[in-house]
């Protein structure tokens, strides 16, 4: 389904408008609307801007505008001040969901453009910006993106925050003390597509989270790392007390061929068996014919007889 245009879904709240030439007519209000947040909620960073502040932020739009060169140094100045940081971050997305809506991007065009290498759908002069803020976007984008009560908006703030890279995720990480699975699971969303270590310690901690989705994305994230992970993919097949997250895990084993993790995957559809998880043995059957070649499902039997005569994938 695309994502299209919706007053009611704007990247913030339809009575704080973000464009920066309205600014001095709505801070105050924008302002009074951050005292409204439930009490759960982390409070937003102070946002507030004194007059010459809202004075640079209105030159600064028209700069972006016009596409004056000059923008680049003001930018640059803007974004080292948290609070200018915040409202020029909220400027670029507000461009960067116009135009995502106007050609209806979906999140699977999305995905499977970063995938297969091809052109970035959301490339453009804001999501450019965005990355040259760097860090100091992230608070922004988390507040109006992550934290918006639509699914569609949650995973564009997420890709975007994997288009800024590794700079995005020292500020994420406190983020797993968020009282929302859903912001927390779209954290560990683009901890997974992040390759740094600062991204594979997050996922690490990930894995302990109270809720199976969180866990399950990490679990994932860490599956996307390869062999590095593959013995605390096999722990958390063996420990993981979630079925879902079990045949996530089972999956993600599926590409690494090696006897440990034949072996585990073989407990696992053995356990699946007794439990009557059967799309967990389907899963195990799946990820064992990856590592063996073998073209058709096959039972227990098979694969215990299977993985007896295996010389494994130095030796074949």
Same mark, same amino acid.
């Given at each position: 389904?695309?994502?299209?245009?919706?007053? %009611?879904?704007?990247?913030?709240?339809?009575?704080?408008?973000?464009?920066?030439?309205?600014?001095?007519? *709505?801070?105050?209000?924008? /302002?009074?609307?951050?005292?409204?947040?439930? !009490?759960?909620?982390?409070? %937003?960073?102070?946002?507030?801007?004194?007059?010459?502040?809202?004075?640079?932020?209105?030159?600064?739009?028209?700069?972006?505008?016009?596409?004056?060169?000059?923008?680049?140094?003001?930018? =640059?100045? #803007?974004? !080292?001040?948290?609070?200018?940081?915040?409202?020029?971050?909220? /400027?670029?997305? &507000?461009?960067?969901?116009?135009?995502?809506?106007?050609?209806?991007?979906?999140?699977?065009?999305?995905?499977?453009?970063?995938?297969?290498?091809?052109?970035?759908?959301?490339?453009?002069?804001?999501?450019?910006?965005?990355?040259?803020?760097?860090?100091?976007?992230?608070?922004?984008?988390?507040?109006?993106?992550?934290?918006?009560?639509?699914?569609?908006?949650?995973?564009?703030?997420?890709?975007?925050?994997?288009?800024?890279?590794?700079?995005?995720?020292?500020?994420? *990480?406190?983020?797993?003390?968020?009282?929302?699975?859903?912001?927390?699971?779209?954290?560990?969303?683009?901890?997974?597509?992040?390759?740094?270590?600062?991204?594979?310690?997050?996922?690490?901690?990930?894995?302990?989270?109270?809720?199976?989705?969180?866990?399950?994305?990490?679990?994932?994230? /860490?599956?996307? %790392?390869?062999?590095?992970?593959?013995?605390? #993919?096999?722990?958390? #097949?063996?420990?993981?007390?979630?079925? &879902?997250?079990?045949? *996530?895990?089972?999956?993600?084993?599926?590409?690494?061929?090696?006897?440990?993790?034949?072996?585990? #995957?073989?407990? &696992?559809?053995?356990?699946?068996?007794?439990?009557?998880? &059967?799309?967990?043995?389907?899963?195990? =059957?799946?990820?064992? %014919?990856?590592?063996?070649? *073998?073209?058709?499902?096959?039972? /227990?039997?098979?694969?215990?007889?299977?993985?007896?005569?295996?010389?494994?994938?130095?030796?074949?």
């Amino acid at each position: 389904m695309g994502v299209r245009a919706d007053p %009611r879904r704007a990247v913030v709240t339809a009575a704080a408008p973000v464009r920066l030439s309205l600014m001095l007519s *709505v801070t105050v209000l924008s /302002l009074a609307l951050l005292g409204c947040q439930a !009490a759960s909620r982390p409070a %937003r960073p102070d946002v507030a801007l004194d007059p010459s502040q809202q004075e640079e932020l209105v030159a600064a739009e028209a700069l972006y505008r016009e596409r004056d060169p000059a923008f680049a140094e003001v930018r =640059d100045r #803007l974004a !080292a001040e948290p609070r200018t940081a915040w409202w020029l971050t909220r /400027l670029m997305l &507000y461009d960067l969901v116009r135009s995502v809506d106007a050609v209806e991007a979906t999140d699977n065009t999305f995905l499977g453009a970063v995938a297969t290498g091809q052109a970035n759908p959301l490339a453009g002069e804001p999501l450019e910006h965005l990355q040259q803020i760097g860090a100091a976007a992230v608070p922004a984008i988390v507040d109006d993106m992550l934290r918006s009560p639509y699914a569609d908006r949650r995973r564009l703030g997420a890709d975007v925050l994997v288009q800024l890279g590794p700079d995005s995720i020292a500020p994420l *990480v406190p983020l797993l003390g968020d009282p929302e699975d859903k912001v927390r699971r779209e954290v560990v969303r683009v901890a997974g597509a992040v390759v740094a270590p600062a991204a594979t310690a997050l996922l690490e901690q990930a894995v302990q989270d109270r809720a199976f989705v969180v866990r399950a994305a990490a679990f994932a994230g /860490l599956a996307a %790392r390869g062999a590095p992970q593959a013995d605390r #993919l096999r722990r958390g #097949l063996a420990e993981e007390a979630d079925p &879902y997250v079990r045949r *996530v895990i089972a999956r993600g084993l599926g590409a690494l061929a090696d006897r440990p993790t034949a072996a585990a #995957l073989i407990d &696992y559809y053995a356990d699946a068996l007794d439990r009557q998880d &059967y799309e967990g043995v389907r899963v195990a =059957d799946g990820s064992l %014919r990856r590592i063996s070649g *073998v073209a058709t499902a096959r039972d /227990l039997a098979f694969w215990r007889a299977w993985l007896a005569s295996w010389p494994g994938p130095q030796e074949r």
